[in-house]
Nanobody, 127 residues
Framework: QLQLVESGGGLVQPGGSLRLSCAAS????????IAWFRQAAGKEREGISC????????TYADSVKGRFTISRDNAKNTVHLQMNSLKPEDTAAYYC????????????????????WGQGTQVTVSS
């Protein structure tokens, strides 16, 4: 069973940046799709970005496109989410998830498609 551990969350002012990391207990190269989700208080979990192993393609939700960048380092079994120009509405718990077979297309990733999840890291954007 793959274990995922997120880190890098915290409190940041609007306009600031954070870099989240997702460390995997197994080879990320064996998991084709790795995605980031977030869940704000009282809201449903939202898929915001995904990266495919086979071709390195990435997908982003419109809400983060142009501000967030996902990347993966299979040698270090780690996936990162660089978040720039953060807004108060980015405040949420952020989760990474993985699936061995899924190919992320242009649609935002869906929680039901992913079987392995981390525990999450809190991001708070506030002045």
């Amino acid at each position: 069973q793959l274990q995922l551990v997120e880190s890098g969350g915290g409190l940041v002012q609007p306009g600031g940046s954070l870099r989240l990391s997702c460390a995997a207990s197994a080879l990320t190269s064996e998991y084709h799709a790795i995605a980031w989700f977030r869940q704000a208080a009282g809201k449903e979990r939202e898929g915001i970005s995904c990266i495919n192993r086979s071709d390195g393609t990435t997908t982003y939700a419109d809400s983060v496109k142009g501000r967030f960048t996902i990347s993966r380092d299979n040698a270090k079994n780690t996936v990162h989410l660089q978040m720039n120009s953060l807004k108060p509405e980015d405040t949420a718990a952020y989760y990474c998830a993985a699936d061995p077979d899924l190919y992320c297309d242009n649609s935002p990733p869906m929680p039901a498609d992913f079987g392995a999840w981390g525990q999450g890291t809190q991001v708070t954007v506030s002045s």
